[in-house]
Every structure is written in C-alpha cells, then in structure tokens.
C-alpha cells in the first residue's frame, strides 16, 4: 500500500512535537499499522532550521496546503476560532482527513463541522483537544460503550489544578500563585481562559457529548471560575475532610443534564482528590461497570503530541481497511444524537459549603439555620472557627439541594443584620454513587 | 443492515450480565452501532427461569452451537483451558468472531489461538481478560500507540490488593485476612491462582504482549506470591514511606525485557498506592506521554460484562465496515511481533527492602553493610526496630542492583552467626522514571 500523506498545520510546541514524534518513533509506528506514514506539507510562517524536514513542502499558505492532492490527513494545530475554521471546512470539502486538538473550535462550532465531515465522509479526530494525552476520548467513546454514562467529573485543567495545589500544601494566595503559574509557563499572560474555566468548558462540551449522544452545547455550559476561592477556604476545606477540585462536571439528572464547570468540594479519600499539580484526570460512572478513572499529564508538546498521532494511526488503519476510510465508529459516539434538556444552574442539585463571615453575637446562628431549614435544605455539618478581625467565620455544609432554594436561602442570610460582606458558597460533591 | 448475531457460551455471573447488559441497554447500544445485536444461542447445562432467554436456543452441546450458521460472534464465558481451547478452535474455524474473559487460555495457549484466528479471517477480542472493566488493552494497544512504551506496572489481581489493604490498615496477618477474602467471595477455596500470582501472570502475559508487540510467554514471566509478607513489614515498609503492593511488572531494559508478579515497595505519593480494596490499576510509562494511569473495579459481574459488551460493539461495527470484517487493528497491537530477550529473575535490577533478624551484639550492622558494600550495593535507608524476642530486626532499603548481586549478598548474611531465620526480601520501585 502506498504511504498515507500528511499535512502538518501549525509548527508550535504540538506541531513540532508531532513532526518529532513521528520522526523517531517511525518504526513501531510502522510495525502497528503495517503503512508508511509520510508528511509532505508543513504550513508555517517562520522557517524551522532545529526541525527536520527534509523533503517536505513547507508554506505559510495553510488554504492552499489543504487543497493539494498529496495530502490525505491534515494535522490541524494551529487553534483558535478564525481561521481555523475556514481551514478545517476547506480540509473537509477536499475529502481530506482532519485531526486536531482545538477545543475551542470543536466546542463552539462542531456541530458545523462534524456534519460537513459527515457530508463529505471524512472523520474529524479529536483525542487530542480534551486531556493531553489520557486517550479519554478513546475510552469515553469505544471503551465504556456497553455502559449508559450516569456522570462524568474531570480536573481537565492543568494549570487550575497547579494553582488550588499550591493554595492548599503552601497556604498561599490565588493571586500570588496564579503570578507563579504565569512565570512558569502554565498560564498565559492573559489567564481568562484557565482561571475562569472557559478552557475547561470547551472540554467538557466534547466529553458530554460522547457520554450522552447530545449536540455539541457550549453555551449551556455553567462555568464558573476559581480566582474567589481564598487561602482560608482550602484550609476549611481539608479540616472537614474535604479538598477544593475544579472541576468539569456532566451529570445525568431526572429531568435533564447538568453541564457545569465550578469549584467543587470533593471528599479526600475520592481518586481524584490526589491528582495533584498539573496533572488531568477524568472520573467517570457508568452502569455497568461502576467508577473507573483516567489520569496522566493533560497538555504540553510530548503527551498532545501522543494524542494527535494515536488518532493519526487510527485514520491510517481506517483507510487501509474500511471501506470508504471513514472508520467504523460515530464521530461523536453515536449514530445518531439526542436533544436531551440542559438543566439551568437554578435546576442543579448539589450539596453546598457556605462560609459567612458573621458578628459574633448570641442568636446569629441559630438564624442561619433556621433560614436554611425553612428552604428544606439540611445541614450536614458546621465548622464555627475562631475570631478574625472581629468577625466569626461560619461554615456549614449541606445535603444535595436544588439549587434555586439555595439562591433563596443565601439571599436571606446575606440580608441578616450581622452577615458581613458575602456569603461564599461552593458546591461539593461525594463522587460516590 | 441484518443484525448480528451472538453466542453467549456460560451463563455465570459474567454470561448472565453480559446477557441483561444487551437486554436492558438495547437502545442506547443500538444509538452507538446502528445495527441491532440479536442472541441467538446460549450454551448452559442448567435452565436459567431467572433470566429472559425468550426466543434464544439453549444447548448444553457447545461444539454445536459454535458450528450453527445462525452465530456470527462467539462469546466464550466457560474459562479454563479445557474445553474452552477446543470450542475456541472450532468456532474460529467455523468463520466466527470469538470475544473471551478467558485469561489463562489466551496467556497459556494465545499464539495458537491467535495464529488460528489470524488465518481464518476472524478476531479474537480480550478485553475483559485483563483489568475488568478498565479498557486497558484499548488504551495500550490504540490510545498510547504512538508511545514507545517504556514500562508498565499494574495492581492486576483485586483479592491480592484487599489481603494487602487490609493488613495494612488494620494490621492484621495475612492468613487472617485471606480467610475473611475467602468468606466475602473474594478469593477462591483455592486461594493459589490470586494470592501466589498465577492469575497476575496470565494478565502480565497480555499486556507485556501489546506493550512491545512480544509473542505471549506465560512460561517466562517471574512469579511470586504474597503469603510470605508480614504485618511487620507492611509496617515497617509504611514507616519508611512506602507500601507493599502485589504488581504485574513489564519493563524494557538494556538487555531485554523483564517480566514479573512480585510484592513491591512503592513510595507512598505514587498514584498506583492510593489504589486499595478489590480496584485494579495499572500505570504506563510512555516515551511521548510519560506516566498515565487507568482505574477501576478489575472484576465483577458488571465491570467484566461491560469490556465484553465493548468488545462485542466494536466488532459489530468491524463487520459492519471493514472489508472483511477481521477489523483494522492488530489483535496483538502490532502486524509483526518481535522475539525480544527476555531476563531471567537473576538479570533483573531492582530496588531492595530487607529485613534481617539478628542478635543484639555490636559489630552486626557493621558486618552486614560490609557485605552488602562489598557486593556493590549502595544502602537508601536503614531502619533498627526495636528487639523484638531477643532479636533485634534491622531493616535496609537499597538503590537498584542487579538481581545476581543481590542473591549473593543474601547467601551471605544468611550464613552469619548473627543472623535467625530467613532474611526476608521484597523488591522496591520508585516508578518514578
């Protein structure tokens, strides 16, 4: 059989970690699919003397590159929304092949994209755009498929991670971590994106949609960052037993799917709690089979890099072997998706951490309680610390609550005479069932 | 498209869940294949009225079902080598799919197996074989396959891990807590299988195999059981930062490849050590990735019942799309398997935990340490516990050492004057690199 021909679009950190990858590793490549793998075009702007590209067509023309009959998968990498996407859908209509690790564009336009794909039977492979390279896709998609997928939580954003790491083992403050991250390389100078949980939205969009068989919802998800979280609530936090987690969460309810991205206090004794840095995981419960769990490094050039030519050796598999080389299984896990309801954040149901900072006067608490009580939310357990400035910290944790009775109950608390400044909450989670 | 239909051979805990895990989540399999699974024949000598086998041919005569025109995938849930490898050979013959939990068959006689399969066109798919419901050989075999795989270390026998989670937590000796394991169901009345390493080994067998694309070798993986730990040394060892864990161990090493079931020391903050109870694990390290690691119930109606309906799933999409149905991926993970050395236990290089019961007398230290120097040995840690009995145990953690080096030492602080009974030896890794 002939080799298949790639394009390698974008030669940052990823790209050039692909081109290496497949360099060095061209012999077991091999071995596993029996086909030559080989790049005939690399689309960069700036000339790359350290890589080796010998033989192969270099432009900064990405359009044209994607057009030209030598090009049967194109290694899309070089993110963002624009243009990407013009890019991807010309790929598309050229009948080419298209792997990529842009969470971005597969989460605010897949829908479009996958049923281009569809149209002109190609495949859109994606292991890449979710967590580094933990093959979550892989499992989520093929390895669990016997199961009905009831939740999924994951830390799916590294350097989020690194940050409540440290805030925890060194007691010290998000924005003085968040500085370090950003000296370190793990968050960008702008750090909206990791901090906020928008990266981490875009991920979970793709991994809901694989769990249930839902369209691509980016816009439903409730994402909700963790620049409020203080020192003094990780530390909170662990006295109860607990560890603050942000997580991705797509959780099957009765009525419709949660599909949210929060703070989360989560038991210590739960896997995920000891993923620690910037290390990914991805819990998942499932009918059959119960609570299995993935982890590994989430980004950076070597683990991407795997994700990208597993799916890479995947396609080349396909189009030795399938029929029209569009693979044997649904882009997005099914032949056909559902429109399942996305709950609002009003709809949710989890149980709650409160920390009010409150007078220290006789009859506050019992206050609070009382107002928790007649919103039928049920206390769990209460953590009254010692003074600071004149002020009695209260903490309490809840039972599952839906979440409008909780926005009713801390409307009222903030109204009370002695609660100063705001009420903090962040939702927690036991992960076991 | 017509649906593909099934032979389920055993109505066990596992046949029968795989059977009512079709049934109850017909619909959500069928949204992931677009093509219905049908069950048309089950072998069982006993009637099941507690199952819905309506419309299904119930046979005691395996042979017979396996040659039925009416069968296009062969579900073979009777374990054991005999009559299992005949029935296999027969279906395989016959043009049949074959999906298999059968860990000591294909471990034991997987090359002829396999080599039959390859032949006649059909698939052999296992991944129920290994870790349960963790999708292990998906992962190792598809997800990692861009990877050189560099090592790989699995917590892969459930009852091992409760007997070893349970002397540690609650201190009690071995005998004691595998009489419980026998009681809950855990272990068989013939405990050998689980508690000396058999059943890890077969597993080992299966992954080494995919890991390096290694013929199966059952005959040569180095296997050892954990009926000779102590409450002592899981103690000692937890004072020392570490925990005992029975692993599976696959490791490329200069001169080969090592192939080993042993009770290991692993530091404490390794992922692999907060895996207690009946969950499996197994960690890989990966030449792009680094280090993943997969979790979960390793056995079990449910989580086995859920990799064989996967498996069932992909082949039905492979017969659905592929030219000739024998699927795009190797069934060994590579085209071409190749005959790599494999160590011999005195070739292998590990760390070392030992603990040595001697008189209470000055200059013994001295002695030991000298042997062990003069064996090229580097001490990490030394532990004098208090005298227990007139003796005095001292426990020395080592750097790596080959195993020749250290069968020497041994013989020779065996033979001091000084020392009681065996001295006792447990590998240690740092599986940090």
Redesign the interface.
């Known amino acids: 059989m002939k080799p298949v021909r790639l394009a390698i679009l974008g030669l940052g950190t990823v790209g050039a970690?692909v081109l290496q990858?497949l360099q060095e590793?061209a012999k077991?490549?091999k071995?596993?699919?029996?086909r030559e793998i080989q790049i005939t075009h690399v689309g960069t702007r700036r000339p790359r003397p350290d890589l080796n590209l010998e033989g192969i067509q270099q432009s900064a023309n990405l359009l044209e590159i994607v057009r030209q009959p030598d090009v049967d998968v194109v290694i899309e990498l070089i993110g963002g929304l624009s243009p990407a996407k013009e890019i991807f859908l010309e790929a598309i209509k050229h009948g080419k092949q298209v792997v990529t690790a842009n969470k971005a564009l597969l989460a605010e336009c897949g829908n479009e994209l996958f049923a281009s794909a569809d149209q002109h039977t190609v495949q859109i492979a994606y292991?890449a755009a979710v967590a580094?390279?933990?093959?979550i896709i892989?499992?989520m998609r093929?390895?669990?498929?016997?199961?009905?997928i009831e939740w999924l939580a994951g830390i799916i954003n590294g350097t989020g991670n690194f940050i409540l790491t440290e805030m925890r083992d060194k007691a010290r403050p998000f924005a003085d971590v968040l500085k370090e991250a950003q000296e370190l390389g793990y968050a960008e100078a702008d750090p909206t994106f990791d901090v906020e949980g928008i990266d981490a939205a875009h991920k979970l969009t793709l991994l809901a949609s694989i769990a249930f068989?839902i369209p691509l919802q980016f816009d439903k998800v409730y994402t909700e960052g963790i620049s409020k979280i203080t020192a003094q609530d990780v530390q909170y936090a662990e006295e109860l037993g607990f560890c603050i987690k942000h997580l991705g969460i797509a959780r099957r309810a009765p009525k419709g799917i949660e599909l949210r991205v929060h703070p989360t206090l989560i038991p210590k004794e739960q896997?995920l709690a000891?993923i620690n840095g910037v290390q990914n995981a991805v819990s998942v419960k499932?009918?059959?089979?119960?609570?299995?769990?993935?982890?590994?490094?989430g980004a950076g050039g070597?683990?991407t890099?795997?994700?990208?030519?597993?799916d890479?050796?995947?396609i080349v598999?396909?189009i030795?072997?399938?029929?029209d080389g569009s693979?044997?299984?649904?882009q997005l896990?099914?032949?056909?998706l559902?429109d399942i309801n996305i709950l609002s954040r009003e709809e949710f149901t989890t149980g709650y951490y409160l920390r009010v900072n409150v007078d220290d006067r006789t009859g506050v608490l019992a206050n609070i309680t009382t107002i928790l009580s007649n919103c039928g939310i049920s206390i769990d357990a209460i953590l009254q610390q010692p003074r600071l400035k004149n002020r009695v910290p209260i903490v309490i944790m809840t039972d599952p609550i839906v979440e409008s009775k909780m926005d009713e109950a801390i409307s009222q608390i903030q109204a009370l005479p002695a609660t100063h400044g705001e009420v903090m909450r962040i939702r927690l989670e036991s992960l076991d069932s």
Chains 1, 2 share one sequence.
Not at 132 to 135: A, D, E
Not at 142 to 148: H, I, W
Not at 305 to 310: E, K, T, Y
Not at 327 to 330: A, K, L, N, S, Y
């Open positions: 970690g990858l590793n077991e490549i071995r596993r699919t029996g292991e580094g390279g933990i093959p892989k499992v093929e390895g669990l498929a016997a199961n009905r068989g896997p000891s499932a009918s059959a089979v119960g609570q299995t769990m993935y982890s590994g490094p070597g683990p890099a795997s994700a990208v030519v597993a890479i050796i995947d598999r396909d030795s072997y399938t029929e693979g044997t299984i649904p896990a099914f032949e056909s559902e």
